[in-house]
């Protein structure tokens, strides 16, 4: 048969379609109304369902798996656009609202922050990045920053939650599942390791090497060149290896640090950028207790517990997909205490002022069974 014959049949299917669809939709909208009238949810899964059970009764058994991911994304759509119909926004999106009026138009230069670790950490570079005159507290570990927000200590705290190279800060994450606080900014910090030690010591000297977790990950192909004769020791961050380092009695120790640690601790650096990559990013977020949106906000962050079942994370894409709106972090972590269940993180690229985002932020809730919403934000680079 002739392609362009067949590419012409193809059309002209595709005018149908297109022609349904707008009917259908019309006819979506009406439902919309009685719903709302009736004050019924928009969701009905019983109704879905028997959709699904009908349709593998009407479609030949080769297309059947296609059939039903059309169909799943036209309930999604759907969905979508019975909550547009209904004009009537979330709770959650009538306080985004009302945070968009109410935080100044300009991120604060000075307030009290809290971060993790001590003086010339890297934390401390992106505090000093995020605000022009901050008041800086620091504290052991993330909990304590968390903790200072949340009680009103610290006005925001700023924690790492990826690097380019070692990937995300779990315990960040984590906590994030169970502690109050919103995003109001992130940042990403180029990050540059070096060795250091004493005055004096020589490389060949070394015999223990101290720092954090993630920038012994940052610098594995480096640390390889010790051998098992150097033992490799993690601490809480790297600041502090480098405090303990100046404060050693033995010589023969180093750390691992950013330059800035280097007149700080009066040490001598015997390794310069010894990360395994040049383009080495840490990414840190600011938090706040109170909900603030500052303007051109362009990313948010969510949480999510999703039903244990078949389809449940497609669902969820296929929502971000049929809006338009792109995915840049999809993170998975178990819930404690609770088998086989997982908190999902997803970091989103779209307007917080955009119509995908209200339209997102009206249906998606229906479809998992815990949500939180970490806010709005805009990333310095």
Request: charged share 30%.
């Amino acid at each position: 048969m002739n392609p362009d014959k067949l590419r012409e049949e193809i059309d002209r299917i595709d005018d149908e379609l297109l022609s349904l669809f707008q009917q259908r939709m019309d006819v979506v909208a009406e439902v919309a109304a009685f719903k709302q009238a009736a004050d019924l949810p928009v969701l009905d899964n019983k109704r879905e369902a028997a959709k699904h059970a009908a349709i593998s009764g009407k479609v030949r058994p080769d297309i059947e798996p296609d059939a039903h991911i059309l169909f799943d994304t036209l309930f999604e759509l759907s969905r979508s656009h019975q909550h547009h119909a209904r004009k009537d926004p979330s709770p959650l999106y009538k306080e985004i609202e009302d945070a968009i009026a109410n935080t100044p138009k300009v991120f604060p230069k000075k307030a009290k922050v809290g971060c993790q670790g001590v003086e010339g950490a890297f934390s401390q570079r992106a505090v000093e990045r995020l605000f022009q005159w901050p008041d800086t507290s620091y504290f052991r570990t993330f909990e304590g920053v968390f903790s200072a927000v949340e009680s009103g200590f610290c006005d925001y705290g700023v924690l790492p939650v990826e690097n380019s190279t070692a990937g995300s800060v779990n315990k960040v994450y984590e906590l994030m599942q169970s502690r109050d606080f919103k995003i109001v900014k992130s940042m990403r910090l180029k990050v540059d390791h070096n060795l250091v030690a004493k005055k004096g010591v020589k490389l060949e000297e070394i015999r223990a090497i101290f720092s954090h977790e993630q920038a012994i990950s940052q610098c594995a192909a480096f640390l390889d060149r010790f051998g098992p004769d150097v033992n490799i020791t993690r601490c809480e961050d790297t600041a502090a290896a480098a405090e303990a380092v100046a404060n050693a009695e033995s010589r023969d120790v180093a750390a691992i640090c950013s330059s800035s640690c280097i007149g700080l601790y009066d040490l001598d650096c015997l390794a310069r950028n010894i990360q395994d990559r040049s383009n080495n990013y840490t990414r840190f977020v600011c938090i706040s207790k109170n909900l603030e949106i500052y303007p051109g906000a362009d990313k948010t962050s969510i949480m999510m517990v999703l039903p244990h079942r078949p389809g449940a994370l497609y669902k969820i894409l296929a929502r971000f997909y049929a809006l338009g709106i792109n995915l840049n972090k999809l993170e998975s972590r178990p819930l404690p205490d609770r088998d086989f269940d997982f908190m999902f993180y997803f970091g989103l690229e779209t307007s917080v002022y955009s119509e995908e985002f209200a339209k997102l932020l009206d249906s998606i809730q229906e479809i998992c069974d815990e949500f939180k919403y970490l806010g709005s934000y805009t990333e310095i680079v």
